[in-house]
């Protein structure tokens, strides 16, 4: 079945270091890939998406390239920021044309940034 | 933001009682869903429905049962709560079916069963 693996955390940078947090997938047809963000004590919002091969989300400094050849779809910033600490979550969806667009999750990645 | 609204926002309440969450939406989205999160397994789906009094089975679903008697309102119920209930519960809504629509989420309501 589908699935998502994520890079277990949590990831600790200081404020303006490169972020990359890694998410590799396993599916049958052609997904769409999600990352998004939940802040302490909130419920999580979209950050970016992508839906077909090639496609890069970006949204907020953040980026993503839906990478088929190598399943994966790692999330990268150039500079954090300390308001960036959240947990991370990847995860994927049928697609498009899929029956439903039931989201299947990463386990998630918490985010820590030290001023 | 997505107008959804859950509640209550927190609860605390024995093994064995019944549990009831809402979750209300001003969106007039047609997709409902209702997930659970967990350390170390991220968020999971318990239920989902596809319009009014249409709802079908999600991944762990064993436990819980749900109602979508109006567009707006989607009820999940713990019949009997156990202990492994014990979670964040988030509730979500998509627009359409399609798998590249995405799903906007709650603000959850953590449950205690002691």
């Known amino acids: 079945g589908n699935s998502v693996t994520q890079m277990e955390g949590p990831v600790t940078l200081s404020e303006e270091a490169f972020l990359t947090i890694n998410c590799t997938y396993t599916?049958?047809?052609?997904?769409?890939l999600f990352w998004y963000v939940q802040y302490p004590g909130e419920g999580l919002q979209l950050l970016l998406k992508?839906?077909?091969?090639?496609d890069k989300g970006s949204n907020k400094g953040f980026e993503a390239t839906y990478r088929k050849e190598t399943t994966s779809f790692h999330l990268e910033k150039g500079s954090v920021q300390v308001s960036d600490s959240a947990v991370y979550f990847c995860?994927?969806?049928?697609?498009?044309?899929?029956?439903?667009?039931?989201?299947?999750f990463g386990t998630g990645t918490l985010l820590a940034v030290q001023p | 933001d997505a107008g959804i609204t859950q509640s209550p926002r927190h609860k605390v309440t024995e093994t064995g009682t019944p549990v009831t969450l809402r979750c209300h939406q001003t969106e007039n989205h047609r997709y409902m869903y209702w997930y659970r999160q967990d350390p170390g397994h991220g968020l999971r789906l318990i239920h989902y429905?596809?319009?009014?009094?249409?709802?079908d089975k999600g991944e762990v679903s064993d436990g819980y049962s749900v109602s979508r008697s109006k567009t707006e309102d989607f009820l999940l119920t713990l019949e009997s709560a156990t202990s492994s209930q014990t979670s964040v519960y988030f509730c979500?809504?998509?627009?359409?079916?399609?798998?590249?629509?995405?799903?906007?989420f709650g603000d959850g309501t953590r449950l205690s069963i002691l």
């Open positions: 979500a809504i998509s627009e359409s079916q399609g798998g590249n629509q995405p799903q906007h």
């Open positions: 992508a839906t077909k091969a090639d």
């Open positions: 599916a049958t047809g052609y997904p769409s």
């Open positions: 995860a994927l969806s049928e697609g498009y044309g899929g029956a439903t667009n039931k989201l299947i």
């Open positions: 429905s596809y319009g009014v009094k249409d709802t």
